[in-house]
């Protein structure tokens, strides 16, 4: 993978330092805020896909 601006590495960097778990979502966005990156989610389920798949065909 290729991230530009580079920097990506210091997010996992600062997570380790702060010691920072995956249930910490609003430290780990702004972790992630400070090296210019957004963090998206959480990721839709299953059910959601086909619902939003559905809705587009009948659209």
């Known amino acids: 993978m290729t991230f530009t ?3 990506f590495e210091r997010f996992f960097q600062d997570i380790e ?3 920072l ?3 910490d ?3 780990l ?3 992630a805020g400070d ?3 957004d963090i ?3 990721p839709l ?3 959601e896909v086909r619902q939003i798949i559905a809705e587009a065909e009948v659209s």
């Open 5 to 7: 601006p580079s920097g």
């Open 17 to 19: 330092r702060r010691r």
């Open 21 to 23: 778990l995956a249930s």
């Open 25 to 27: 979502v609003t430290e």
């Open 29 to 31: 966005r702004a972790v």
């Open 35 to 37: 090296v210019g990156m």
């Open 40 to 42: 998206l989610g959480p």
């Open 45 to 47: 389920s299953d059910e």
